[in-house]
T-cell receptor
Framework: AQSVTQPDIHITVSEGASLELRCNYSYGATPYLFWYVQSPGQGLQLLLKYFSGDTLVQGIKGFEAEFKRSQSSFNLRKPSVHWSDAAEYFCAVGPDSSYKLIFGSGTRLLVRP | GAGVSQSPRYKVAKRGQDVALRCDPISGHVSLFWYQQALGQGPEFLTYFQNEAQLDKSGLPSDRFFAERPEGSVSTLKIQRTQQEDSAVYLC???????????FGPGTRLLVL
């Protein structure tokens, strides 16, 4: 069965520091991969997505993610975190089309001033 | 333009009560999705519509859950005889097609006492 693992429940970084959020998936073929962000009381906002092609994907708000097939990973990165980035981040996989997304359990990002 | 809207934003129900949750998708979006997000978890797929046709309801947890989209726009998720385990945030998403980006609403937080 397809699954998504986000091993870090919470991550705390200082403002201006770099960030990497981990995501591993289990799926037999190349999946469609997504990162969403959820702020308190808000819906999920798409940061970026990978369907095929270049394995380094650029997204909104200065985020990027790299698809590594050999590691079944799709980690999210940002070179310099801003206080407004504090939120919950979800990695998701769409097995054979991009509907019926399967989400990880999320990583809550806290930003120290 | 207007995003996905959901109402009510908050709902408190007594155990055994029926509830109806509404989703207004982005105008022109063919596909509509419902997800359930338990506290501290990622969203889990419930059901999927393409226009008025419910093409996948494999995620509905029991026959107490029913969703409809009779005119291919607004959708209602109905839960009959609510139980405490139904307490969650119910998210609606819409997309232009089933392989397009899903845009999420703010969710309805349901608390069953």
């Amino acid at each position: 069965a397809q699954s998504v693992t986000q091993p870090d429940i919470h991550i705390t970084v200082s403002e201006g520091a770099s960030l990497e959020l981990r995501c591993n998936y289990s799926y037999g073929a190349t999946p469609y991969l997504f990162w969403y962000v959820q702020s308190p009381g808000q819906g999920l906002q798409l940061l970026l997505k990978y369907f095929s092609g270049d394995t380094l994907v650029q997204g909104i708000k200065g985020f990027e993610a790299e698809f590594k097939r050999s590691q079944s990973s799709f980690n999210l990165r940002k070179p310099s975190v801003h206080w407004s980035d504090a939120a919950e981040y979800f990695c998701a996989v769409g097995p054979d089309s991009s509907y019926k997304l399967i989400f990880g359990s999320g990583t809550r990002l806290l930003v120290r001033p | 333009g207007a995003g996905v809207s959901q109402s009510p934003r908050y709902k408190v129900a007594k155990r055994g009560q029926d509830v109806a949750l509404r989703c207004d998708p982005i105008s022109g979006h063919v596909s509509l999705f419902w997800y359930q997000q338990a506290l501290g978890q990622g969203p889990e797929f419930l059901t999927y519509f393409q226009n008025e046709a419910q093409l996948d309801k494999s995620g509905l947890p029991s026959d107490r859950f029913f969703a409809e989209r009779p005119e291919g726009s607004v959708s209602t998720l109905k839960i009959q005889r609510t139980q405490q385990e139904d307490s969650a945030v119910y998210l609606c998403a819409s997309s232009l097609g089933n392989q397009e980006t899903q845009y999420f609403g703010p969710g309805t937080r349901l608390l069953v006492l």
